[in-house]
Each structure stands twice: as C-alpha cells, then as structure tokens.
C-alpha cells in the first residue's frame, strides 16, 4: 500500500515536470539571426509617391499585412529582389501567420513587392537576374 502511494507521488513529480518542460520548450523564443534584425533598424517606409494608384493600395495592404510580427522595415530592407524569392518567401510568411493574410492579399503583397524590388532594388535585381540562366537548365 506504502509502495503504491510513493510511486503514485513520484509519477506525479515526473509528469509535473515533463510539463514544465514542454511548456518552457514553448515559451523559448527561436532566435532570429543578426542578419535579420539589422534589416529591422534600416528605413521603415518607402516612399510609394511615384508609384501607380494600384501599386499604393497594395503598399498599404503590405504595411499593414506585414507588421503583425515584425517591423516593416524588415520585409523594406531584406536582400529579396527576384519573384522566385518572393514567392517562396511570401508563401512561408503566410504560412506562419495562418488566417491573417489570404490567398487574394498574399497575391497583391507578391505584386507589390515584386514591384518594388524592379524600381527601389534595381542593381540587386540586375545582379541577381544576371547570374540566372538565359535558356531553362537541363
Ligand atoms: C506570423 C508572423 C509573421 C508575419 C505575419 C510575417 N512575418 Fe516575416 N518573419 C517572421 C519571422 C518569425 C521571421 C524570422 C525568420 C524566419 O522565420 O523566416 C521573419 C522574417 C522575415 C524576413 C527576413 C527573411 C530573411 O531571411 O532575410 C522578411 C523579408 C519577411 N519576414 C517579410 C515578411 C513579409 C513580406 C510579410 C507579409 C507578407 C511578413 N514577413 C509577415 C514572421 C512573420
């Protein structure tokens, strides 16, 4: 009977801390690279003012869109600049923020900063496109 009651304790004792330990594996932060947060102190805005009504609706929808867990300014300043990029990118952003952002608004985010990369990030836009193949590999 003794022995029943302890092991019933000790079992209690473990799954507590299991628990615990789940719940702090949880609470841990992933840490985000130094590359990255350098991206969050650069501009926070681009000046759109040049830039077609529909591309300035679709800034907006991005501004908005793209704060939720970072600072814009991370998704302004980041080294993406070709659509492939983009769309690789934008699909994992919309995964991780589940229904915050649609299929119809991740689509008008991918155009607008497929855009932008074409205008603001010319040179990095033409350096990476020149190191693509001209004719399809294979
Ligand atoms: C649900 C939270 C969340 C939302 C919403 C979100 N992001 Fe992010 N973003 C992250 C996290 C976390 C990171 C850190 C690196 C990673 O996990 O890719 C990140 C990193 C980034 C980076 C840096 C990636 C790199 O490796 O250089 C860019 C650019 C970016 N996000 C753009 C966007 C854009 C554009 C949107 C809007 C479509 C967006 N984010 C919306 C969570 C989010």
Same mark, same amino acid.
């Given at each position: 009977m003794k022995r029943a009651i302890v092991a019933a304790v000790l079992s209690v004792i473990a799954l507590a801390g299991f628990v615990r330990a789940i719940a702090q594996e949880q609470d841990k932060e992933v840490p985000v690279d130094a590359r990255i947060l350098a991206y969050d102190k650069g501009p926070a805005t681009i000046n759109v003012s040049?830039?077609?009504?529909?591309? @300035?609706?679709?800034?907006?929808?991005?501004?908005?869109?793209c704060t939720n867990c970072h600072t814009l300014a991370r998704a302004i300043n980041c080294e993406f600049a070709t659509d492939d990029e983009w769309e690789r990118y934008v699909k994992r952003m919309m995964r991780k923020a589940g229904t915050l952002i649609s299929a119809d608004e991740g689509k008008q985010i991918f155009e607008f900063v497929t855009y932008d990369s074409k205008i603001r990030k010319k040179a990095l836009y033409d350096k990476k496109m020149a190191? @693509?193949?001209k004719t399809p590999g294979f």
């Open positions: 040049k830039y077609p009504p529909d591309m @300035q609706a679709k800034y907006k929808l991005f501004a908005k869109k190191g @693509q193949p």
